[in-house]
């Protein structure tokens, strides 16, 4: 597995990437006063998904790029856009961001949300990234938390997984160990918003299992389904001990980082 694919849950992958609209439209505002969509028009959003990201960006004046490699998500975006009364300026293709079909230097900005974890050969797909934009055009790394996934359960389907020998992790950047060092090796520099926008979501702790139980999230991506199984047997058997109530709701603290990636 090069690359994760959300083809087989994007009907309700919004749905469990849920984000707080005055946090998005806090960072989303960020990004269009630094950047401007009347000097930096052009813009390329790599796996843009079901347009989350991508429709708001548009909405704020920029013409929209994207690409992803799952056909289901971009069915999703498409009737996205097919429902609204006025048509926005968003362009999409299914392509994989390691070999993207377009010329060099095309774009003024890119703006990526939560893919280079989910691409094994991450290094090649943000050259590639970077070799569609515009010389010293700014690269935007948003990190938007993990929707509805609760960071306990999470954490507790790793340690389980270990235990069975795999470790479940992303398959691609890891953003603390890897981005710093790659940056540097080219060129480029990360200047950082942190903890900039914060808010509590409220999720079920029924919704909250069954979303990790039918592996929406990356981290199980690539754990076998046999012991998938087995994991979310232990999980759920220990949860159930701890709070008898499987409808009781549980709080999950999720915040917004932004990245801007310059030239030095």
């Given amino acids: 597995m090069d690359s994760i694919s959300f083809d087989s849950m994007a009907a309700v992958y919004d749905e469990t990437r849920a984000l707080d609209e005055k ?89 990526a949300t939560h893919v280079f974890h989910l691409i094994r050969h991450w290094k090649l797909a943000m050259s590639e990234t970077l070799r569609v934009l515009k010389p010293k055009a700014p690269l935007v790394l948003m990190f938007t938390g993990a929707g509805m996934e609760a960071p306990d359960i999470r954490d507790r389907y790793r340690a389980l997984a270990a235990g069975y020998g795999y470790t479940a992790k992303p398959i691609g950047m890891n953003t603390k160990t890897d981005l710093g060092d790659y940056l540097d090796s080219i060129g480029r520099h990360a200047e950082w918003v942190r903890d900039g926008w914060q808010w509590t979501q409220h999720v079920r702790l029924d919704k909250a299992l ?23 047997e232990k999980i759920e058997l220990e949860l159930k001990k701890q709070y008898k109530d499987p409808a009781v709701e549980i709080e999950i603290p999720i915040h917004i980082d932004i990245a801007f990636i310059l030239a030095d």
């Fill in 210 to 232: 069954a979303d990790v139980k039918s592996k929406s999230y990356s981290d199980s991506k690539h754990v076998p389904d046999d012991v998938h199984t087995k994991v979310m």
């Fill in 23 to 111: 946090s998005l439209n806090g960072a989303l505002d960020l990004i269009t006063t630094r950047f401007p969509p009347s000097q930096y028009q052009k813009l390329f959003e790599p796996g843009i998904g079901t347009g989350r990201i991508g429709i708001p960006l548009a909405e704020r004046g920029y013409k929209v790029t994207g690409v992803d490699i799952s056909e289901n998500m971009l069915q999703v975006l498409q009737e996205k856009l097919a429902r609204r009364p006025k048509a926005l300026p968003v362009a999409f293709q299914k392509a994989d961001i390691t070999a993207l079909p377009f010329k060099d230097a095309v774009y003024d900005i890119s703006v």
